[in-house]
């Protein structure tokens, strides 16, 4: 019989969710029967891409923002503490009603562990960037990740992508690289899109970047597509002032889209990060305003050279002729070793 594993993704935008599709794809490829858990978009997100999993709903970390977001998440920990203490109990309470389950792993859900069975952690944070109290923040996201048998890094052991983030010299973590994580796989396809703008994250952020955007792409001669990221139950495409927009694409799709286009703008997530890598990609990056890891990350991959990045309220069309001397997005097509399960075998 099939053993099942929990594959939980924390419902902060679609980076979680959208990198743990090529994990549910590995345990079916290695007979496991992945049980889908989250809430949100990014539980919708993998109820679409899977609609013959199982899945089971979590209570929302419900986080919002603020300018200030260090001091914004500092303010939420109760009711962040309250989350995950509620997701602890609707997983034990599953395990105890489920005994084919043989693991567990949590993207960034610190209440989705077990005891009992074995438990696995993806970050590709280890060092929690927040200005003054980074040490702080990072200190206390080591602690819980102890919690887990094991943490696997979405990146190689020369942290290409990740660059201090996913450093760590802290001995009592069980860190494992296993590579670059994407869903995605490069293809050879004529370049039809000049531009594809691919967006996601909170509706108030996403759709302040998309205004300005599509304001300065309004007169672009090329051929223009936006992704909006936004979950929602009937796909729709329309096309307004030469621009098409689809309200979100599957992975099967905007992995065409992707591999069809000269150049991506997006949010410089780490999840995006890894599929351009793995699709050898041109890319303008925009951080999430007030986000130090992403800021982080767009200016880890200019120093290399590898892609340009501008603060939102400086992007105009001018910013992407940057683009041009950049060497551009490039990593193999990791596949995971299917040595990683050993640790959810029982006899």
Known sequence: MKKKII??????????????VSIIHFLVENKYIPIIASDGIALTFLQKEFPDLESIELPSYSISYAKNL??????????IVKAVRKEQRIIQKYLEKNTDVVGVISDNRFGVRSTTIPSVYITHQINVLSGLTTVISSKIHQILIKKFDECWIPDSKTNQLSGLLSQSRNQKINLKYIGVLSRFKKESLPKLNDVLVVLSGIESQRKSLEEKILSALKYHKGQVVLVQGKIEKEQTVKIQNGIKTYNYLLSSDLEKEINQSKLIICRSGYSSIMDLAVLHKKAFFIPTPNQPEQEYLASHLKEQNLAPFCKEEDFNLEQLRQVESYKGLRTTNNKLDAGLLRLFKRE
Do not use: D, M
């Not at 594959?7 to 743990?20: I, T």
């Not at 260090?70 to 009711?79: A, G, N, Y």
């Open 7 to 20: 594959v939980a993704p924390l419902n902060w935008g679609l980076g979680h969710a959208s990198r743990c």
């Open 70 to 79: 260090k001091v914004s998440v500092l303010l939420q920990v109760p009711k």
